[in-house]
């Protein structure tokens, strides 16, 4: 794998660009924001005007991307990456987007001799700058096998879930659970400050015990400190939410958890919130019950 291609720059996709450019990679990137393009041909990278482009100089093409659309635009629409891939090479598609879409392209890319693994991630902004992130894999296990030392560049945790579409499902199933905790967190923190009690101290006991998770530890703290500068934007969770949804009337499914938290997305939309981190679920919560969660509980 010489050449590495790259579309889609934004919150993930810069740093996990730079992290396979410190791991010897030679990439070349696009997106229509030519300011992280700039950032990165600084760095040493080359400089794509299309995602067309890309797929024509590289042997493997990653892609980061917003949404089903966009992602349905970059690779199978007007100079986009179909347009220029080679018969053998491999999209590695980490978007968040439906296991529908990506039957969809797959049928598209593997008529044409292009192999396909959705590979959505897991761990936030943090997650992408540290290499740490877990990513969901599906696809062909030879195909797995082949990228798998340049994933190891991007993330930590990396699993071959099945075929392809797997791994949404495992992205999905991780989005449930996350909405779902943050939901829990923000209640239980209300709860102990309008029932009296110091929801800081309330955490710290927490963290101790059976409730503690990775949500109650960073989410809960960043609650407490009114941060609610995006690291994973709630517009972005109520997409993925969304898709789940989707699948689950389908499917025949019941999730009255995930139809709730839609209920407060939806909310936080309402309120002009959506831009803000997902824990900022909180302030929708706190206008229901009267009262603002304090450290102190005063």
């Known amino acids: 794998m010489n050449q590495i291609g790259f579309v889609g720059l934004g919150t993930m996709g810069k740093p996990m660009s730079r992290n396979l450019m410190k791991g010897g990679y030679s990439l070349i990137v696009h997106d229509l924001n030519r300011e992280p393009v700039k950032e990165l041909a600084a760095a040493g990278a080359k400089v794509a005007f299309s995602p067309k482009e890309v797929g024509q100089a590289a042997e493997v093409v990653i892609t980061s991307l917003t949404n089903d659309q966009v992602v349905e635009e970059v690779v199978l629409g007007k100079e986009g990456l179909l347009e220029g891939m080679k018969k053998g090479s ?3 598609e980490t978007s968040t987007i439906s296991p529908l879409t990506v039957q969809k392209i797959a049928s598209k890319l593997n008529s044409a001799g292009i192999e396909i693994l959705d590979s959505p991630l ?11 992130m877990s990513i969901m894999v599906g696809g062909k296990a030879e195909v797995f096998e082949k990228v798998l030392p340049l994933l ?50 309330v955490r710290q006991a927490l963290l101790g015990g059976f409730a503690q998770s990775r949500i109650l530890e960073e989410h809960g703290q960043r609650m407490l400190d009114r941060n ?10 109520q997409k993925d939410i969304g898709i789940v949804l989707a699948v689950a009337r389908e499917k025949g499914i019941y999730m009255p958890g995930a139809m709730l938290v839609m209920d407060l997305w939806n909310a936080m939309g309402a309120h002009g919130l959506l831009q803000e981190d997902h824990t900022a679920m909180l302030k929708v919560l706190e206008k229901m019950s009267h009262t603002e969660v304090r450290p102190g509980g005063k």
């Not at 897991?122 to 740490?132: K, L, P, V």
């Not at 930590?156 to 905790?181: D, E, F, R, W, Y």
């Open 90 to 92: 491999i999209l590695v």
């Open 152 to 201: 190891q560049k991007m993330g930590k945790n990396i699993t071959h879930i099945g075929s392809q579409g797997a791994g949404q499902i495992a992205k999905a199933a991780n989005q449930i659970i996350v909405a779902l905790t943050i939901e829990a967190v923000c209640e239980a923190l209300i709860f102990a400050q309008k029932a009296g009690a110091d929801p800081a101290k």
């Open 122 to 132: 897991s761990g936030g902004e943090i997650g992408a700058q540290q290499a740490t």
């Open 228 to 237: 609610f500068k995006p690291g994973g934007k709630a517009i972005f969770h």
